[in-house]
């Protein structure tokens, strides 16, 4: 049985150059680009394998990631076997698959031997079926079964993002034997934080640390030191899920089991990190409305994943026009009310954003849920009202000296807040809404939110405008 392993510059034999290819900045040092490039460009493997060859995955991956796709081929075609195939699970998915695409599957599968189960799957996952059967028809029997049973299981999983390698033992074994078995057993991993304990089917019994190992007597059984593992995370959990496990026990490492209980695999916390990282920049995406676009995606890509917002955009948009079209006649008579119709939706809207962002970001935190829901809406009326009052004070002000009308500074004050209240109620509401009824709020909420902003911002400032003028 074999064990986890972390992802660090030492556990792949790599030291850490940080200070030597990043700027100041952060951004991979122009001059380190040169001295690649040049080496690209002569074919010298010698001076490419000195220059590249000990960089930590993560560094090789921002590399690649800067190099043109003619430099990243010939990179990885003059390193070889010397190529860290890890690298390719730091960089954008579109770069990954050109650079995969780009490789014969014999090659490929030699390199997935070299890599732990995690970081195969994740190479493995975006290639076609055809593919992935023909790789995996190449590896060794029992590391073919155990990255299959991690590909079936769906994406964004734990099943999906553990690692299959781990370390086991039976509760009657000793401590003794548990360490000649850890020192003597060559096919164990470098690095491992926990072993598990299992019964001969397999099932999870317990697990201890290796603190608890070096603590204990050779003579005394696992069974009497090891502890429950409360926290076992089921193959099928949503990958989010996972994630809030370890950040509400602060775990470093948990099992992964099957429906049945069996110990198939573990998560280690830096699998978490990433998933941490991928969902808030996807929910972020989402709410921008740009799908799962990557930078290093096609113009034609990147088009086709945000058209289909835009079009809901533009119906809503036409929404909003027709609400100014019930006004023309006012707008005719008045053409300053055109000036600042932008000014009362486009602060609304603005609003909205900040209270949808607050609470979509709570909800996919379970910050906010029914207990406190009630409490955080009232908060949010009494900002939007407070902030209304500010702004109407400031915009009443401005519009009307600019427009040297009373009425109208009047007008357009009322109108903000209205606008700002309904902004900051819509901005908790809808979201709550998308999420009671099973839709993902950070995908819809935006789209809504600034449809309500801007009708209502338009139907208070020209309705009252309208109402008030008629008066006078």
């Given at each position: 049985m074999e064990g986890q392993d972390g992802h660090s510059p030492e556990a792949s034999g790599h030291p850490h150059l940080h200070a030597d290819i990043y700027d100041d900045d952060g951004v991979v040092r122009s001059s380190f680009l040169a001295d690649v490039g040049a080496a690209l460009a002569a074919h010298d493997t010698q001076a490419l394998k000195r220059d590249v060859g000990s960089l930590h995955q993560s560094e090789l991956g921002h590399l690649l990631e800067a190099l043109s796709a003619e430099q990243r081929r010939t990179l990885v075609e003059l390193l070889g076997s010397d190529f860290d195939f890890s690298a390719l699970t730091e960089v954008d998915e579109a770069i990954r698959l050109e650079i995969v695409d780009s490789l014969p599957n014999e090659q490929i599968a030699q390199a997935v031997q070299q890599l732990d189960s995690d970081d195969a799957v994740y190479i493995l996952e975006d290639l076609d079926e055809q593919d992935q059967d023909e790789i995996l028809a190449q590896l060794p029997f029992t590391e073919r079964i155990r990255l299959r049973r991690s590909l079936d299981y769906p994406e964004e999983t734990a099943g999906r993002r553990m690692q299959t390698e781990f370390v086991a033992v039976p509760p009657f074994w000793t401590v003794g034997q548990t360490i000649d078995y850890m020192r003597e057993d060559k096919n164990l991993p470098d690095r491992f934080?926990?072993?598990?304990?299992?019964?001969?089917?397999?099932?999870?019994?317990?697990?201890?640390?290796?603190?608890?190992?070096?603590?204990?007597?050779?003579?005394?059984?696992?069974?009497?030191?090891?502890?429950?593992?409360?926290?076992?995370?089921?193959?099928?959990?949503?990958?989010?899920?996972?994630?809030?496990?370890?950040?509400?026990?602060?775990?470093?490492?948990?099992?992964?089991?099957?429906?049945?209980?069996?110990?198939?695999?573990?998560?280690?916390?830096?699998?978490?990190?990433?998933?941490?990282?991928?969902?808030?920049?996807?929910?972020?995406?989402?709410?921008?409305?740009?799908?799962?676009?990557?930078?290093?995606?096609?113009?034609?890509?990147?088009?086709?994943?945000?058209?289909?917002?835009?079009?809901?955009?533009?119906?809503?948009?036409?929404?909003?026009?027709?609400?100014?079209?019930?006004?023309?006649?006012?707008?005719?008579?008045?053409?300053?009310?055109?000036?600042?119709?932008?000014?009362?939706?486009?602060?609304?809207?603005?609003?909205?954003?900040?209270?949808?962002?607050?609470?979509?970001?709570?909800?996919?935190?379970?910050?906010?849920?029914?207990?406190?829901?009630?409490?955080?809406?009232?908060?949010?009326?009494?900002?939007?009202?407070?902030?209304?009052?500010?702004?109407?004070?400031?915009?009443?002000?401005?519009?009307?000296?600019?427009?040297?009308?009373?009425?109208?500074?009047?007008?357009?004050?009322?109108?903000?807040?209205?606008?700002?209240?309904?902004?900051?109620?819509?901005?908790?509401?809808?979201?709550?809404?998308?999420?009671?009824?099973?839709?993902?709020?950070?995908?819809?909420?935006?789209?809504?939110?600034?449809?309500?902003?801007?009708?209502?911002?338009?139907?208070?400032?020209?309705?009252?405008?309208?109402?008030?003028?008629?008066?006078?």
């Open positions: 934080s926990q072993i598990f304990v299992i019964d001969p089917t397999f099932k999870l019994l317990g697990a201890l640390d290796l603190d608890q190992i070096l603590r204990s007597k050779r003579a005394v059984k696992i069974e009497d030191v090891m502890h429950e593992t409360r926290h076992a995370i089921p193959a099928s959990m949503d990958q989010e899920e996972a994630a809030r496990e370890f950040e509400q026990y602060d775990l470093l490492s948990a099992a992964v089991v099957d429906e049945n209980d069996r110990l198939v695999g573990v998560l280690t916390i830096d699998d978490v990190v990433d998933v941490i990282q991928e969902e808030a920049e996807e929910d972020l995406l989402r709410m921008g409305g740009v799908g799962d676009e990557e930078l290093s995606d096609t113009v034609l890509t990147a088009s086709r994943s945000r058209v289909p917002w835009l079009l809901v955009n533009l119906f809503t948009a036409f929404l909003a026009a027709s609400v100014i079209g019930l006004f023309d006649r006012t707008i005719e008579h008045i053409v300053a009310l055109a000036v600042l119709m932008p000014i009362v939706a486009g602060m609304g809207g603005n609003a909205g954003s900040q209270t949808m962002t607050v609470t979509v970001r709570a909800l996919a935190t379970r910050n906010l849920d029914i207990y406190n829901a009630g409490r955080i809406i009232r908060r949010e009326m009494g900002v939007g009202f407070l902030n209304g009052i500010i702004f109407a004070v400031l915009i009443g002000i401005v519009a009307g000296t600019w427009f040297q009308d009373a009425n109208l500074g009047g007008i357009i004050a009322a109108a903000m807040i209205i606008n700002m209240f309904v902004a900051a109620l819509a901005g908790i509401l809808i979201p709550l809404l998308l999420h009671r009824l099973g839709a993902d709020p950070a995908v819809a909420s935006a789209v809504f939110v600034t449809t309500v902003t801007d009708v209502v911002g338009f139907f208070a400032f020209l309705g009252l405008a309208t109402w008030w003028f008629g008066l006078l």
